[in-house]
């Protein structure tokens, strides 16, 4: 059997998904995800051939589920179609501007840009270093969300604080989201016969977690995320934007300490705060196509946002080819694609409501009319980007 496929390893706090993927014939031959790595009651479960399993972990952390997850990939001879693993990693800071090969000075690199992502990096380095003992000898790479908008010029990533902020503590915006972007652009090129190297491409990732980019020649120029994922749009449970004087508001109005504030902005926030329902997109529109008010009134707010910031993308641009819609939201929700597309009329926008309607989760398509400017759907696959990337990069 030949050495064919990678190992793409998302590592977070608490889970470590997985899945083997062929980059040449976009073929996965399995994914899963360990669960619960805190604590006594990890679980492992992963899909083979159309088939689901699960196996209880116990204890067993991020280490003991690479352990588990050696032992599935030998069971189902998939060990040895494996040429090399590549990690998610969420923040490399301004040192890593594209993946790269894992050596121990990039080991050290994201260990030193942990304070930026304190959730994420420690975790992915768990992974790493896990993957380092379990599968030696093979070469690893790391793939990082924030490496494509290290392109954005400094009028695009500086915030108007004092400028020794940034200097000394790396304070600015990072934008996160870059390996779907870095995906779902070059893929609608590809489907348009745009010419990547010269396009204006305007991209909106919707999911619990939302953010937007614009992306001129290939390259982001601006995005909605900041320093943190909390930044911009409306989300799940995150508020976006917001003035910053909140925090002593709360603090003062409301006696809440600085994490009471962090948690409730981060997670008890956006559709889910504004709604008091729920965080998920699609009970909120089964609710508003019942009446329900404040319902309607969240999604109406989640599209006000969002086209208020592709309208501004779309004036740093200089023109639209293409708004692309990608995300758990934006790949499946044609009422608020359709929202979004009335409120950005004035860039010539004309939603065909068939299309729209017709395009969903892993199926991609224009959904405007001939002769509108372009608004379409790309199904997003960050898993595949990370495994081109990284066969890339072991091919040289
Ligand atoms: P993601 O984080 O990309 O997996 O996206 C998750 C979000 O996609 C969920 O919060 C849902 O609200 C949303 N979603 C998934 N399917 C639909 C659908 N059919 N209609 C509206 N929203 C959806």
Not at 151 to 167: H, I, K, N, R
């Amino acid at each position: 059997m030949s050495k064919d496929s990678v190992l793409v390893i998302n590592c977070g706090s608490s889970s470590l998904k997985f899945a083997v993927i062929n980059p040449q014939t976009e073929e996965e031959s399995i994914s899963g995800i360990a669960e619960r790595l805190v604590g006594n009651e990890a679980f492992i479960s992963w899909k083979i051939n159309g088939e689901k399993h699960t196996q209880e972990l116990g204890a067993a952390g991020h280490e003991g589920s690479i352990e588990a997850l050696v032992g599935i990939l030998r069971e189902n001879n998939l060990m040895e179609r494996i040429e090399a693993i590549g990690h998610r990693v969420v923040h490399g800071g301004e040192k890593f501007t594209k993946s790269t090969l894992i050596t121990d000075e990039v080991i050290q690199g994201i260990e030193d840009c942990s304070h930026l992502a304190p959730l994420h990096n420690p975790a992915h380095l768990l992974g790493i270093r896990a993957c380092i003992k379990n599968f030696p000898g093979l070469p690893q790479s790391v793939v990082f969300d924030t490496a494509y908008h290290q392109t954005m010029p400094a009028e695009s990533f500086l915030y108007a604080v004092p400028y020794s902020l940034y200097q000394e503590h790396g304070l600015r915006r990072y934008g996160m989201h870059g390996t779907s972007y870095r995906y779902v652009s070059k893929t609608a090129a590809d489907m348009l016969g745009l010419d990547y190297n010269n396009s204006a491409i305007l991209v909106a990732h919707l999911g619990n977690g939302a953010s937007a980019c614009a992306i001129k020649n290939g390259q982001s120029v601006d995005t909605t995320m900041g320093l943190t994922p909390l930044e911009g749009l409306v989300m799940g449970t995150r508020c976006g934007d917001i003035d910053a004087n909140v925090f002593s508001f709360l603090n003062k109005q409301c006696g809440y300490s600085l994490d009471e504030i962090t948690q409730l902005l981060n997670k008890k926030s956006g559709m889910l705060g504004l709604s008091g329902l729920d965080n998920d997109c699609r009970v909120l529109e089964e609710a508003a196509s019942k009446g329900h008010e404040r319902a309607q009134l969240t999604l109406d707010i989640f599209c006000h946002v969002l086209a208020k910031k592709l309208a501004g993308f779309a004036a740093e641009l200089g023109r639209i080819d293409a708004l692309v819609f990608t995300g758990g939201i934006g790949e499946n929700s044609s009422v608020i694609r359709k929202n979004v597309l009335n409120r950005l009329a004035i860039f010539g926008f004309d939603i065909d409501d068939t299309a729209n309607m017709e395009t969903f989760r892993g199926k991609s398509g224009v959904i405007t009319k001939p002769g509108s400017t372009v608004a379409m759907v790309v199904a997003t696959n960050e898993e595949l980007m990370i495994a081109r990337d990284t066969e890339a990069l072991v091919k040289g």
